[in-house]
């Protein structure tokens, strides 16, 4: 199993411009969902989805959009790209079930730059 | 309201001494969960340790054990015999129940550096 994919693993973005962070996973969980983490600020929710076709807002939605056509994909959207933007985005994926503790299984991170 | 707080910013220790993470949390739910995560320079997440709401004994995972005290509503991490290899960044998650969705909320996290 690869676990949770992230690509691209560094991008650099200019004010404005529109890109995809793909995230797929082979662990055929239920939960999937987006965090940044930026210096001093830990890991904010951006957006999650508890199975395909349904995606909910986190802490720190805005400028992002998401969607959940299957298990294993989890596209994240920046619309139009803005400085404050510029963080490590990381993709995380859990298993839903009898016995379950809901612990995220991470992907490797994507390093954004936004000048 | 922070639903995580991590008080300690930076912690130091000597190789082979233990140490003591801090970790507090705000929840009403009655059933919830406790993560520790450790992140070191690679970059790469790690889960380290659980604990459940539920759990009358304190989890333990190999030199990692959760000190769960609930009526202060603290989760402190503790690592025995510290390495060079612990020295990462350390992050307190919790997932609630229904009304957190179960997608755990993370703390800002405490820079551990171990010396020789």
């Known amino acids: 199993n690869a676990g949770v994919t992230q690509t691209p693993k560094f991008q650099v973005l200019k004010t404005g411009q529109s890109m995809t962070l793909q995230c797929a996973q082979d662990?055929?969980?239920?939960?999937m969902s987006w965090y940044r983490q930026d210096p001093g600020m830990g890991l904010r929710l951006i957006h999650y989805s508890v199975g395909a076709g349904i995606t909910d807002q986190g802490e720190v939605p805005n400028g992002y959009n998401v969607s959940r056509s299957t298990t294993e994909d989890f596209p994240l959207r920046l619309l139009s790209a803005a400085p404050s933007q510029t963080s490590v985005y990381f993709c995380?994926?859990?298993?839903?079930?009898?016995?379950?503790?809901?612990?995220?299984?991470f992907g490797p991170g994507t390093r954004l730059t936004v000048t | 309201a922070q639903k995580i707080t991590q008080t300690q910013p930076g912690m130091f220790v000597q190789e082979k001494e233990a140490v003591t993470l801090d970790c507090t949390y705000d929840t009403s739910d009655q059933s919830y969960g406790l993560f520790w995560y450790k992140q070191p320079s690679s970059g790469e997440m790690i889960f380290l340790i659980y604990?459940?709401?539920?759990?009358?004994q304190n989890a333990t995972e190999g030199r990692y054990s959760l000190n769960f005290q609930k009526a202060r509503k603290s989760a402190n991490l503790v690592i025995s015999a510290s390495q060079l290899g612990d020295s990462a960044m350390y992050f307190c998650a919790m997932r609630e129940g229904q009304a957190g969705s179960y997608i755990p909320t993370f703390g800002r996290g405490t820079s551990l550096i171990v010396h020789p």
């Open positions: 995380a994926s859990s298993y839903v079930g009898t016995g379950a503790h809901y612990e995220q299984y």
């Open positions: 604990q459940g709401s539920y759990d009358e």
């Open positions: 662990m055929n969980h239920e939960y």
